[in-house]
T-cell receptor
Framework: SQQGEEDPQALSIQEGENATMNCSYK?????LQWYRQNSGRGLVHLIL?????REKHSGRLRVTLDTSKKSSSLLITASRAADTASYFC????????????FGAGTILRVKS | NAGVTQTPKFQVLKTGQSMTLQCAQD?????MYWYRQDPGMGLRLIYY???????DKGEVPNGYNVSRLNKREFSLRLESAAPSQTSVYFC?????????????FGQGTRLTVV
């Protein structure tokens, strides 16, 4: 059973455009994390947002969290071809034993 | 800065064969994890070790065993490989659980069982 589900499954945009990916989850959480995976590589941590936080920024990344709707979004501004990757949200919650549970991911393609 | 190192990177097994996937981290992390990644399903937790000397089952533990050899090393063993275990396996570590700490991932082991 998937705790987190990303939307859309795939996204294709032009370089310079913004990319928005959404994540919905089912239970109350301690934190939500976003990871990036380049093709054939391991996952790299991007941002962690705690349950009592609503927004967080890191460079061109902006993450929001709405615990009332059990959802989060990842915004990448001014996208670059190098942003082409899969993006995953992962939740940490007591209901899942305080272990990271990943969604199926969003495949982002940035065309130059 | 090696981070999390997995070996081997690729492996082909015949049905019924056994093998051990090795993982080591050099960040002095307490917690370590094994995930498998299948197309369209994200990552699913197989086993994890909250700290040295402890291991617990994750979402998909059947057909696997683990050993937390010491603080650095966490191995995953397939006793009798099955085609359903064809997947990409990732080892990860974190300082102390995942409560407000990030996980660091290895580069993965691509396993094919024929």
């Amino acid at each position: 059973s998937q705790q987190g589900e990303e939307d859309p499954q795939a996204l294709s945009i032009q370089e310079g455009e913004n990319a928005t990916m959404n994540c919905s989850y089912k239970t109350s959480i301690n934190n939500l994390q976003w990871y990036r995976q380049n093709s054939g590589r391991g996952l790299v941590h991007l941002i962690l947002i705690r349950s009592n936080e609503r927004e967080k920024h890191s460079g061109r990344l902006r993450v929001t969290l709405d615990t009332s709707k059990k959802s989060s979004s990842l915004l990448i501004t001014a996208s670059r071809a190098a942003d082409t990757a899969s993006y995953f949200c992962a939740t940490d919650s007591m209901e899942y034993g305080n272990k990271l549970v990943f969604g199926a991911g969003t495949i982002l393609r940035v065309k130059s | 800065n090696a981070g999390v190192t997995q070996t081997p990177k690729f492996q082909v097994l015949k049905t019924g064969q056994s093998m051990t996937l090795q993982c080591a981290q050099d960040m002095n992390h307490n917690s370590m994890y094994w995930y498998r990644q299948d197309p369209g399903m994200g990552l699913r937790l197989i086993y994890y070790s909250a700290s040295e000397g402890t291991t617990d089952k994750g979402e998909v533990p059947n057909g696997y065993n683990v050993s937390r050899l010491n603080k650095r090393e966490f191995s995953l063993r397939l006793e009798s490989a099955a085609p359903s275990q064809t997947s990409v396996y990732f080892c990860a570590s974190s300082a102390y659980g995942t409560r407000n700490t990030e996980a660091f991932f290895g580069q993965g082991t691509r396993l094919t069982v024929v």
